[in-house]
């Protein structure tokens, strides 16, 4: 190929490219590439893990639903919410630990507000609801027995919605 023809087609290639970008510019998403897929997992804004559904059944039957970070990794689990000064109404952090269930004790060092820690089975069954942990407090909050997850909503949201002890939770 000639000097002048690979100049030709480099030229054409960048015009193309243009074009293309100001039809993306002016369609209504302006976007440039297609839509993620309704299964493409949501991610967190601020934590970068990824969001899935959790519900909660009480013992008279009462579903909550909540949006719920998955810190799956030990680094992602010892990190928690610390630092965070703000949390959705039905969002919340979910610490699975299905593989290894065991007696579990969570603390609040860096974490900013309140929270209820709540411990569950590995039957996924809650085994106790720690309401209202205080900030930054380094005191031990501990599981009533082995947790195979633990979940973290705001303060108080647990006793708000009649969420107790034996309650199930689905992810």
Not at 43 to 66: C, N, R
Not at 80 to 105: K, V
Not at 160 to 170: C, M, N, R, S, Y
């Amino acid at each position: 190929m000639t000097m002048r023809l690979r100049e030709q087609t480099f030229a054409k290639a960048i015009v193309a490219g243009l074009g293309a970008l100001a039809l993306a510019a002016c369609s209504p998403s302006g976007a440039t590439e297609s839509a993620p897929s309704a299964a493409a997992p949501q991610i967190h804004p601020e934590s970068g893990l990824a969001v899935i559904p959790l519900t909660v059944t009480t013992a008279d039957g009462k579903q909550h639903e909540f949006r719920v970070e998955v810190a799956a990794t030990g680094a992602e689990q010892a990190r928690g919410l610390m630092f965070r000064t703000e949390m959705g109404t039905d969002e919340g952090m979910i610490f699975p630990r299905e593989d290894d269930p065991r007696e579990s004790s969570f603390w609040m060092r860096n974490t900013v507000i309140p929270l209820d820690i709540i411990f569950i089975g590995p039957d996924r069954r809650i085994l106790n609801v720690a309401a209202n942990a205080v900030p930054y407090s380094e005191a031990p909050v501990p599981s009533a027995g082995a947790a195979g997850a633990v979940l973290e909503l705001n303060g108080g949201r647990a006793a708000e919605l009649g969420i107790k002890a034996g309650d199930k939770v689905e992810w």
